[in-house]
Each structure stands twice: as C-alpha cells, then as structure tokens.
C-alpha cells in the first residue's frame, strides 16, 4: 500500500469546541473531556461508536489538577477505546497515527485531541530549558524560533518584521470576524504591531501565538462511514510527514529542506494537485516567522519574496490566499495543530458564519484548504489538504 | 480492512540487545542508541532503510543527562523518519501504531525501543512512575507507588480466591529463575532460587514478598518490525505476528470495577487469538509482562489457561520451567532477565523463534517442544490501563 492510495479514503466529520481563554475554575482534564464529548456529539456520534483517542503532548497540570493521562481522559468519558495513545513531547504523526488504525480496522472512529490550562497555568514556565541553554540565556521556549528567524533575516530568506506584521495584523482581522477567538475584541494595526514589546529579538508580543486555557478535537474515519453522518465531510486529499529530528542549534535553515517541504511533497503528490489549486490556508502559526517560512517551502513565494506577496492584504479578508481564518494560534487560540485543522474543516462544512470564506467575506469559496502542523522546534511537521466533501 | 486481514502481515525481524543490571557511566540516550543501531544491524538494514521508530514511555531523564525524546534518539541515530512517536504514558500501542504506519505505506521499517538508567543515575524508577497518575491522594494513605497497587489488586484477588498468593506465586519466581540460570545476559543469571529464599525474602508490600517484584535495571532493548514480505530478504527467519490485540479498559485502580468487567489482558487475548485463528492449545510457549509474580497468574486465568483458584495445582511440578509442558519467560523475564516493559518478553519470543537461545532455547536442549507459536503480553497504565497480547510464530 501506498501513501497515495489513501487519497480521499478518510475524512473529518465533527469538531469540538470547549470554551477558550482565560478560565481558572477549569481543570486540564475537563477541557479534554469537553472537547471529546461535543467532538462526537458534532460528528453525530456516540461514545459507543468511537474506538481510538489520541492525544497531542501534554504539559504537566498544576499541581492541584489530576494528570491528564490519555486512560484518565477514557475513563473520564466513560470509554474504552481499542486504540489509545499520547505523544510525549511534540511529534505530529497523530493523525497518521489514527489513519493508520482506521486502515488496519483496529479502529472505526478516532478522536485526536489537545486541551491545556496555560493561561491560567504556568505555560512558559512549564516548557523547555533543555540541557544547558538557560546557562546562556535561552530560558524556555520563546526564545527557539527568534534564533532561526535571526539566521534567516541574515541569510536573506526573510526580511523580518516587514513582512511578519501582515501575517500578524491578517491573523487579527480574522480573529475580529471570530466571536470565539482571544484576540476578537482587540484590534491590530502596523503601528500596534510595531509598538508592542520586543520579547526575544526579533519577535514582538504580537509575533507570538496567544496562550490559552481550553480545548479542542476532532473526529477522524472513513469517508465512507462519513456519508452516514451529520455535516459534510472535510475529505482528506494529501498527507505527508517529515521529522528532521534535529537539535534545534543545528538546524541548517538553507542547507537541507525543511520539514514542511518534505511533508509538502508527500502531501500534493498524493493528493495530485498543485499549489495553484489550494483556495485558503490554515497554518501552524505558533509564530509568525513559521507562517512566512512554510509558504515559501510550500512554494507559494521564493525567499526574500515575502513582503512583496504579503502587501495589499493578501491573506486577509478580501484577500487571494486567505490564511488562519479563524484567526490562528496568534490571534484565536492556540491547542497545537488542531488550530488550524478544524478550522480548515469549518470553514469546507461552510460552519464558518461571519469569517466563512466566500461571499460573505469577499473571498473564493474553499474547496481546497492547506493545512500544517509543527512540532517542537520544528522537528517534526506534517502537513494536510482537505478538501470539501 | 478488517482485524483478520492483519494475520501474518507484519514480523519482527531484527532484535537489538544492550549491556543490561547495573552499567554505570552510560545514559538512557547511549541505551537507546545501541540498542536501535543494534537491531538495525541485527536485521541485516542499514539506518537508511528505517522510516519509523516507536519509544516506549519517556521518563524524565537523571540530571546531567540529556533527555531521551524521541526527537533525540533519531537525531543521534542519523536519521529523519517519517514516522516517530514517544508515548507519554503507559498506553502500549506502538504494535498498532507500526502496522498503521506500515500499512498505510508511511513506513517500509519501523523500530521500536525501550531504555533506561535507573539504577547506575539513582533516578528512583517508581518515584518516576508516580507521576502517571491521576489522583496523588493515594499518598495520604501510604500508598506511594506502582508496587502497592499491584498489591492491593493481589490482596483482593487472593481474598476472593481468585488467587492462590504466594503458593504460586513461588513457581513463578522461581520458575523465571531458572530460566535466567539458563541465560547468561540475564541480571540474575548467577544467583539460583529455590522455594524457601522465596519465603524468606523480605516484604516489599504485603502480599508481595522482594522476588515477587521485577528488576530494575540499565540498559535498552529494541526491534525492527516491517511487512513479512519483506522481512523475507532480510537476515534471519521471521517471527511473524500471527495476531495482536490492544485493549484500553480504564485506569484509576481505585474505581476499578474488576469483577463487572473482563481486563485488558483478557479482550487483548481475544483479540489476538481471533486474529490468529487459534485457541490456547495451539500455544508452545509464553512470553509474560511479569512485572509482579501476582500478574501472571491473574493473566494466564484471564487467557483460559486454568481457572480461578486453580494457579497453585496449575504450576505444580514445574510446569513453567525448563522441561515443563508450558515454559514462560524463557529468558528469565522482566522478575530475573531485565525490564524493559513489553520488549522484553517480545523480543525473547522472537529470538526463540528464530532458534538463537543457545542454552535456553526451548528444544531438545531444555527438554521442551520446539516451538512453533508463542504467545506474548505487554501491560501498561498499571494493572487495568492498557494492555496488549501477541502471538507470533516461526516464520
């Protein structure tokens, strides 16, 4: 078997919402069981039917608060499910991961699934200081992506701020179209860009994903059984994996491909199409640097193009290539990959009310959205095109 | 795709052993690398060919040393496969996850190791084990770790006579014993055991005297799965998966309603026997999760083997041991060989398989049936989280 053959064989057919922002008197644990139980019921589905829950990585809960375990999280929803699984630390292969059961039969409906308490928690205290790097400075994760951005500023592929504030002030009017999302009641202009603090150099605040208390999942099966449920199906046209595995201070930004090209390739060959035929996309947005870089490894500018393609609010509302239109992790919420994969599928289910790509927003109806997912330091990435079913 | 199509797909086809008991100035990392390169080797494939790896559950490594993630493992490996994965916990679905990935054509070869430095770091095993649960007040009643669950289940099972305690218990850990007498890379190989070093070992937690308990150990372990047909170019005989199950009945111990509902081990097994269209009669030889003594027994009743009740006659005359009519942990297993959680009894059912057991290959050597098929368990999330069953057979 081949990864090609599994083009248009599964799809996505309920999303789960749980409350999102800032909520003290949740715990990790009932986000995750929040967002499973309205994934299925979305779906159509009963526990009953769905027999695989993977879950994203999870960050240690305070102290008060159970560990979200993946058999907690069953047994919190009163299921037992034949697959089961919970990645340590970051790698994407989740939904491979559930494909992969669909396809041996093990299971008929997966659930993936990322739910947290940063907000509340301690989000950025809880991450990384691997090794010795707090010994000269780099103290947790907001730090990783400003270095490869530097390297990439110096080596031409970016010029920086200049072109990060479209993706970042883009993000924000999508958020202000999204009554759900953090950001939704404030707005962002360049100079709102500009004027915010510098945080690790040469990333702002608003270069950075928002942190966030809540949850979010998905239902994963069969196109075939999709037929049978309640909205339309995101069918799932391409998919592609890479993990460059790669200790982050050796990553060589020019010298091989990155995850997203690699992952990009798997993807569109399987799915047989091309760049042009992708109408929106929803991209892994933990900063704005990530978005630019895997547009250009995606092929939809060179480096040193960004700004120019940026300019003239292209991926706004309005704009030709409409990106993280629910406003993304920088702007709406952020729970990992399931960011922007469930609102690639709202948007093909046409669920997306007043930032629905279309008429109502002036932009192409979606019938083919691009979709990514970063792990880590870029580590591992996987990339998704859906399609309206 | 059905579960059925699964028989006979996929097989084991490289075993990757490490240094293993107290190896000091290692790190996990250094296991699981010799371990992965190992079994890579042992396959006859270069790094090149290996497009998946599969850790078992990440502990927090001792300080000093780097952490054992995935990412790190593949890193120092050389290589970028498609597909990785770290369980968090102790869900055991790396088997389902490789065929997944196999089959879905993500990968051609996938590794699957397990590793660990407990004893040469002074990072407390169990204290690390702690954290995977989801209620700590268990510690305001003196239950601080992994054993005294596993205790408390015995306590109850021998209360029911479900259990016969210790009675069996002894055939166990003695029987294990002397399989690991038999194998020279086994922790315990240079210390026999007989019934009454059993009984006068001290309690570790009631019911559970210390040879009821399983090592704890340094070193690694690790295994090539890949489709039979192409473990067919490949260096040794096979061990092809005949049938595999998951099952993931609950966790908290506490709210575990045992007698209402059938365990992981048992809708594992019928998974697995259903796949592999077999009964238990057809087994040769089985390859335990023997994390606790107690265990066995309550999985073997669970797999039909005897009844509740029926351990203690069951094991009688050494019938787990080398020559007996059933022999279990031919390597000595995770209470006399090492642990390395499931990868243990797989890969020396493999290695059984393949006919490189030397001194304790089961055969006219040890005075038992050569074998054909043998049946493996791996048990994860403490005694109901997630459990796996597998049966493989000679290829």
Not at chain 2, 68 to 78: E, F, M, P, T
Request: aromatic content about 10%; glycine content about 12%.
């Amino acid at each position: 078997m081949s990864l090609n053959d599994l083009r248009d064989k599964y799809s996505i057919v309920g999303v789960g919402y749980t409350p999102q922002g800032r909520l003290p008197d949740r715990t990790v644990m009932s986000f995750y069981a929040e967002a499973c139980a309205n994934a299925m019921a979305d779906a159509g589905l009963k526990k009953e039917d769905v027999d695989g829950i993977v879950l994203y990585h999870s960050f240690p809960p305070e102290p008060d608060q159970p560990e979200p375990t993946p058999y907690g999280v069953a047994q919190h929803l009163g299921m037992t499910p034949s697959g089961l699984s919970h990645e340590t630390y970051c790698t994407r292969n989740v939904l491979f991961t559930a494909i992969g059961w669909l396809e041996t039969g093990i299971c008929k409906n997966v659930i993936i699934v990322y739910a947290d308490n940063g907000r509340s928690g301690n989000f950025l205290g809880r991450t990384f200081g691997f090794h010795s790097q707090p010994a000269y400075g780099h103290l947790g994760l907001t730090a990783v992506f400003p270095l490869a951005a530097q390297r990439a500023i110096h080596e031409g592929i970016t010029n920086g701020p200049e072109t990060w504030k479209y993706i970042a002030v883009g993000a924000r009017k999508w958020a202000n179209l999204n009554p759900r999302a953090v950001m939704h009641k404030r707005t962002l202009d360049f100079n709102g860009y500009f004027n915010s603090q510098m945080l690790v150099e040469p990333f702002r605040l608003y270069d950075n994903a928002v942190i966030n208390d809540g949850g979010r999942a998905y239902v994963v099966t069969s196109t075939e059984r999709a037929r049978d449920l309640r909205h339309r199906p995101a069918i799932i046209m391409g998919l592609g994996m890479h993990n460059r595995a790669c200790d982050f201070q050796q990553l060589d930004c020019k010298g091989r491909p990155s995850g997203a090209r690699i992952a990009g390739k798997m993807a569109f060959d399987m799915a047989g199409i091309t760049v042009n035929d992708i109408d929106a996309c929803e991209l892994y947005d933990a900063t704005t640097y990530l978005v630019e870089t895997r547009l250009i490894d995606y092929g939809f500018f060179g480096p040193g193009e960004g700004e120019d393609w940026f300019k003239g609010g292209t991926i706004e509302p309005g704009g030709r290539m409409p990106i993280n239109t629910s406003g993304g992790m920088l702007s709406e919420a952020y729970f990992m990959g399931v960011t922007p994969l469930t609102e690639a599928v709202m948007q093909l289910m046409g669920r997306g009310e007043d930032r629905q790509l279309g008429p109502k927003t002036g932009t192409k109806e979606p019938e083919i959205i691009l979709c990514g997912d970063i792990g880590a330091a870029t580590e591992s990435e996987a990339t998704i095109i859906l399609r309206k079913g | 795709m059905n579960l059925k199509d699964l028989k006979d797909r996929y097989a084991i086809v490289g075993v990757g052993y490490t240094p293993q008991g107290r190896v000091p100035g290692r790190t996990t990392i250094s296991f699981h690398l010799e371990a992965c390169a190992n079994a890579i080797r042992d396959a006859g494939l270069r790094k090149e060919d290996i497009d998946g790896l599969i850790l078992y559950r990440y502990f927090p490594t001792p300080s000093g040393e780097f952490h054992a993630s995935a990412y790190q493992v593949a890193h120092r490996l050389g290589i970028t496969p498609n597909g990785l994965s770290q369980e968090a916990d102790c869900c055991r679905s790396h088997i389902f996850k490789a065929m997944g990935w196999l089959e879905m054509g993500l990968c051609k070869y996938v590794v699957i190791s397990y590793a660990d430095n407990p004893l040469s770091s002074g990072a407390d095993f169990l204290i690390r084990m702690n954290d995977i649960w989801s209620d700590m007040h268990h510690v305001m009643y003196g239950h601080f770790g992994a054993t005294s669950m596993f205790g408390m289940m015995a306590q109850r099972d021998v209360h029911t006579g479900r259990s016969c305690g210790p009675e069996a218990w002894k055939h166990i850990a003695v029987g294990l014993r002397k399989w690991a007498n038999l194998n020279p890379a086994a922790m315990m190989h240079e210390h026999t055991m007989t019934f009454d070093d059993y009984f006068n070992a001290r309690w570790v937690v009631e019911p559970f005297r210390l040879y009821d308990n399983c090592l704890i150990n340094d070193g690694g372990r690790a295994y090539v799965i890949t489709s039979l047909e192409r473990a067919r170019d490949l260096k040794h005989r096979p061990a092809v998966i005949m049938g595999h199950g998951l099952a993931n009945p609950s966790f908290d111990d506490a709210q575990l309603k045992r007698l209402e509902r059938p365990s992981g081990i048992k809708l594992s097994g019928e998974m697995a026997f259903n796949m592999a269209g077999i009964t238990i009669n057809d087994i040769d030889a089985c390859e335990p999760y023997d994390c606790f003594s107690w265990g066995v027994e309550s999985d073997l009743i669970d797999f039909g083997f005897f009844g509740p009740g029926e351990g203690a006659g069951w094991f009688q005359g050494g019938t787990t041991e080398p020559g007996g009519r059933m022999p279990i942990g031919t390597s000595g297993g995770l209470l006399s060989e090492a642990y390395y959680m499931g990868v243990t009894p797989l890969t020396e059912a493999v290695m059984q398989l393949m006919g490189r057991c030397g001194d304790r290959q089961l055969g006219p050597k040890t005075g038992n049936k050569e074998p054909e098929i043998i049946l493996c368990w791996d048990k994860g999330g403490l005694p109901h989280g997630s459990m796996s069953t597998t049966i493989l057979r000679k290829g």
